[in-house]
């Protein structure tokens, strides 16, 4: 067990619609990645968040948006599904911080969206 | 872009073999990653490799570092079926304010009794 919690792990949604997906990292790790994961893209890196503020943007798309909230907890949002957008999506969280050496990220167990 | 390239892809091998898989990146870093992943599952940490010449290793697996050679390698010594999974490395890479782990394209190891 990574210590980062992902809810839901399965979901089922129809094109057009908006799903959230949580995350909780593990305790006292300021910083939170998502990462979508399909068979032809492999691990894209969509967001990073640290201690409540975006730090880095991958290849997400605008009908995508995050946050991280104060209790550190991150939510991706995901609106006008297309069939294309499912895939398994990763939430991530590290120690990171400026000067930290020992920065690996531990993964959830990821939410399977799956568009119909 | 940092690009990060597996080789190879697919990998079935015998129990009881040696092999390596390599993971080249296009941009100079000194911090390397390899994961483990199950089909369906998460991707589970294996080594953190945090300077040049760095070697680790863990059971049946050994990973290395050349930064010069912008190269990491993960060997394989007497495969068991317990192996069987995707190996993924990755890149980790700052840019302005903050940072993300770029993966490689993973390597799907198959171990046949």
């Known amino acids: 067990d990574s210590g980062v919690t992902q809810t839901p792990k399965h979901l089922i949604t129809a094109t057009g619609q908006r799903v959230t997906l949580r995350c909780s990292p593990r305790?006292?790790?300021?910083?939170v990645y998502w990462y979508q994961q399909s068979l032809d893209q492999g691990l894209q890196f969509l967001i990073q968040y640290y201690n409540g503020e975006e730090r880095a943007k991958g290849n997400i798309l605008e009908r995508f948006s995050a946050q991280q909230f104060p209790d550190l907890h991150s939510e991706l949002n995901l609106s006008s599904l297309e069939l294309g957008d499912s895939a398994l999506y990763f939430c991530?969280?590290?120690?990171?911080?400026?000067?930290?050496?020992?920065?690996?990220?531990?993964f959830g167990q990821g939410t399977r969206l799956t568009v119909v | 872009e940092l690009k990060v390239e597996q080789n190879p892809l697919f990998l079935s091998m015998q129990e009881g073999k040696n092999y390596t898989i390599y993971c080249n990146y296009s941009?100079?870093?000194?911090?390397l990653y390899w994961y483990r992943q199950d089909p369906g599952k998460s991707l589970e940490s294996l080594f953190v490799l945090l300077s040049n010449g760095a070697v680790k290793q863990e059971g049946r697996l050994m990973a290395s570092l050349d930064t010069k050679a912008r190269l990491s390698t993960l060997h394989i010594t007497a495969a068991v079926h317990d192996l069987s999974a995707t190996y993924f490395c990755?890149?980790?890479?700052?840019?302005?304010?903050?940072?993300?782990?770029?993966f490689g394209t993973g390597t799907s190891l198959t171990v046949i009794p």
């Open positions: 305790s006292g790790d300021l910083s």
């Open positions: 941009t100079t870093s000194d911090r």
């Open positions: 990755a890149v980790d890479m700052w840019q302005n304010t903050g940072n993300q782990f770029y």
């Open positions: 991530a969280s590290s120690a990171i911080n400026t000067g930290a050496r020992d920065t690996e990220a531990f």
